[in-house]
Every structure is written in structure tokens, then in C-alpha cells.
């Protein structure tokens, strides 16, 4: 009777698990077609974790939908930092997720395309995407297991990391005022310089032309 | 014996789909997207019957910092339809189950290109695992925790809207800056060519007469 007993034990705990897999919400989704290249801009302050969860989803032209797995297909994930240099640039499965961490306070692109050997646009793919940073990307779960943290210690410990990103966030704020200014004050000097020069030119221009003309006419003996 | 522990299993699986039913989507993406002249992107949300929603946007650089916005419940119905506006932010109870599409359009303009920040909110924020799961009273230290929570919660979105308008007027003075560098060169350039030019033809009209009056 006991190995009739654990069999179904071990099926139902089995069938409970993998509903618990299928039902995970997938979240935001869009379209883009096989040779698209979609990006995303995230401006964030420095030491910032960004964490993308994606999931790719071919059309299926014989169903007329979208299969719920297709293997062969890849995601390219490529992160370019303020400067416009790579910081991560990696072909993915179709699902998976993607993690940088922010050296420069900037703008970061994010871009995704799908690692297709055609020119022109094939197929439309559907992509799930979730993007989290700073404080939203960690994974208190994780972390109060880890640590073995209290209720009221992890949330003293959320608190601290919101906290944390608020003061960084504040200190970017205050470089791109900083850049803001220095934008502004460019300009001005620029405007300057630029009436200055122009006025010169003009008179410059005006005093060459008359004593061209002049030394002309007296050449040709019109005046 | 066999059939009891059957129907054991099936009840479990029950019990199991319907605390799924009864669980509610939540979830919160902020992307920031560029939208091309004539261009349309919308985004789809599986989202559950009566789950509190938020969409809001707001366009940093631009044109005339304008975009049409459209949400349409699973039904095809127009939920909110905003044209040209700058920022907007729209909030629903969805009244069924299905995909709710939010589109953004810049098909009016032939030129601009659009920055678009958007957040979608569904659902309420995802609980500290562990913390809201006892059903006893909380006590005051967790009371007022939560509240710090909500109150550090508003401060982080007010200060991601003080960014976008900052990020937006940034955008703008460092366009200035560039298009008064162009500016200058290329009226500089102007000038110089045109006062030789001027030379160049007056210069040939005499010569011309001179050599007419001669034959």
C-alpha cells in the first residue's frame, strides 16, 4: 500500500509545480519583425543594477499565432553605456534574462534584435520584456534566505536600499544640472563670439570689396 | 483505497487553479523608447478582471513634445484616446480578462522624431515575501514601516518626473547649442562667398561692355 501511496504523492506535487511554471505572467509584450532592432533607453545614475527579464515568441504562419517556444532562434542583447561604448553584448536563448551594472551615470541603450541570418524582414516575433532597476531588481526572497533576515529586518532592509537609490538618484541629478548649465553657458559664449565674428567679417568683407572695386575701375579708367 | 487518493489529487489541482484564478497580475515597467516619424508602437498586457491599472507617459524630446496615445481593452473598445498630448496619465479597472494594448503614434508628424516615457502599472506592488502573509494585526513598528515604504515609494516617482521635465529642457538647450555652432559656420561661410561673388560679377559685367564697345 505505501508504494501505491508515493507514486501519486510524488505526481500530484509533480502536476502542482508545473502549474506553478505555466502560470508565471509574462508580463508587457510587443511586435517587432525578425531583422528589427528595438532599443530602449534607461538614464540612470552610476553603480545601478538594471536587471531584463525577455521572452521570444515566434508567429506561426500555419496556426496563425504565436508559438509558446521556439528553439533556434536567439536574442541579441547589447547594452551601450553614456559614451556609446559596449558594455554588454550577448546572443541569448529565447528566453532569459540580462544583468548590468551603470559605471557612468547616463543614458544606457538597450537594444534587442534577433540573431537572424536574413536581410529583409521575415516574421514578426513577439517579445516579452521586463526591465527593473535599482531597487525594483533585487530579489528580497533571495535575500531574506540568504541572510536569514526577519520580516521586519528585510523591510528595514528595503527601506535602506530605496533610500540608497533616491540619494544616488539626487547626486545625478545634480551632474546633469551641472551639464545643464554648462549646455546653457556654451551657447552664450557661442552667440557672442558669433555676432563679434560676424560684424568683423561684414566690415572686413565691405572694405575689401570697395578697395577692389576701386583700384578696378582706376585700372580701367572709368573713374 | 486507489480512488481515494485519486480524488485527493484532484482536489488539490482544484484548490491550486482556483488560488491562481483568484490571484491577481501585478507588475510595473517604465521604458523609455524612441518612436520614429510615422511610426506606431504599441504595447500588449495580459491583464485579470478587476486588477486596478496605470498607464502613464510623458514625451521628453521632440517636435512639438506631442504623441497620440490609444488603450483598447481585449474587446477592441477605446478605453482612452489622447491626441497630441505631452504627458498624460490614465487609470482603469479592467473589467475583463484579456490583453489590454496601449499604442503610441507618431504617424502626424513627417519629421520629428519622438522620445516616449512610459510606465504601465498593473496590480498593486508585489509584497515583501513573508511580510504581508500572517493575517494577525500588524504591529506599529510594521504599520509605520509600510508607510515609510509608500512615503519613499512617492518621493522615487517624484523624482523620475523631475528628471523627464529636467531631461527635456537638457535636451533642448544642447540642440541650441548645436544648431547656433552650425548656424554661425554656415553663415560665415555665406557671407564670404557671397561678398567675392558679388566682386566676381561686377568684375565680368565691365569687362563684357568693354570688349563689346570695341567690335
Given at each position: 500500500m505505501k508504494s501505491n501511496i508515493l507514486p501519486s504523492l510524488y505526481t500530484t506535487i509533480f502536476l502542482v509545480s508545473m502549474s506553478c511554471l505555466l502560470y508565471i505572467v509574462d508580463g508587457l509584450y510587443f511586435h517587432i519583425t525578425e531583422t528589427e532592432r528595438k532599443c530602449f533607453i534607461e538614464e540612470i545614475p552610476d553603480e545601478t543594477m538594471v536587471v531584463g527579464n525577455y521572452k521570444c515568441q515566434f508567429y506561426d504562419p500555419k496556426t496563425g499565432g504565436f508559438m509558446p517556444s521556439s528553439p533556434g532562434i536567439g536574442m541579441h542583447v547589447e547594452v551601450r553605456d553614456p559614451d556609446d561604448k559596449v558594455m554588454l553584448s550577448k546572443v541569448y536563448s529565447t528566453e532569459g534574462h540580462f544583468t548590468f551594472t551603470s559605471h557612468i551615470p547616463g543614458e544606457h541603450v538597450i537594444c534587442l534584435y534577433s540573431?537572424?541570418?536574413?536581410?529583409f524582414s521575415g516574421s514578426q516575433l513577439r517579445v516579452h520584456l521586463d526591465i527593473q532597476v535599482g531597487e525594483h531588481a533585487v530579489d528580497y526572497g533571495n535575500v531574506a534566505q540568504k541572510e536569514k533576515l526577519t520580516e521586519l529586518q528585510l523591510r528595514v532592509r528595503q527601506l535602506l536600499d530605496q533610500a540608497e537609490q533616491i540619494t544616488k538618484e539626487q547626486n545625478y541629478q545634480r551632474y546633469r544640472e551641472e551639464r545643464f548649465r554648462g549646455t546653457s553657458e556654451s551657447t552664450n559664449q557661442r552667440v557672442l563670439w558669433w555676432s563679434i565674428t560676424q560684424t568683423f567679417i561684414l566690415l572686413v568683407m565691405g572694405f575689401w570689396q570697395m578697395k577692389h572695386l576701386k583700384s578696378f575701375f582706376e585700372a580701367k579708367k572709368l573713374v | 483505497m486507489g480512488s481515494i487518493l485519486y480524488l485527493n489529487q484532484i482536489f488539490y489541482l482544484c484548490c491550486f487553479f482556483q488560488f491562481t484564478e483568484v490571484m491577481h497580475s501585478v507588475g510595473a515597467v517604465e521604458l523609455t523608447f524612441e518612436l520614429p516619424d510615422n511610426a506606431k508602437q504599441c504595447f500588449h498586457e495580459e491583464i485579470t478582471k478587476d486588477t486596478l491599472s496605470t498607464v502613464e507617459f510623458q514625451v521628453v524630446t521632440g517636435g512639438q513634445y506631442d504623441v497620440d496615445m490609444s488603450l483598447e481593452s481585449p474587446?477592441?473598445?477605446?478605453l482612452y484616446k489622447g491626441i497630441k498630448k505631452q504627458f498624460d496619465s490614465f487609470t482603469w479597472t479592467a473589467a475583463q480578462t484579456g490583453v489590454y494594448t496601449v499604442c503610441f503614434s507618431n504617424e502626424f508628424s513627417t519629421f520629428s522624431h519622438k522620445l516616449v516615457y512610459m510606465d504601465f502599472q498593473v496590480g498593486d506592488e508585489k509584497p515583501l515575501p513573508g511580510v504581508g502573509e500572517h493575517l494577525s494585526a500588524m504591529t506599529k513598528m510594521e504599520s509605520s514601516s509600510i508607510q515609510v515604504h509608500e512615503n519613499l515609494n512617492t518621493i522615487i516617482d517624484y523624482q523620475t518626473h523631475h528628471r523627464l521635465r529636467e531631461a527635456q529642457g537638457r535636451k533642448f538647450a544642447e540642440d541650441l547649442n548645436a544648431k547656433v555652432f552650425y548656424w554661425s559656420i554656415g553663415e560665415a561661410l555665406a557671407i564670404l562667398c557671397i561678398g567675392i561673388g558679388q566682386v566676381i560679377i561686377l568684375k565680368n559685367l565691365f569687362t563684357d561692355k568693354k570688349t563689346v564697345s570695341f567690335t
Open positions: 540573431n537572424t541570418t536574413k536581410w | 474587446t477592441r473598445q477605446i
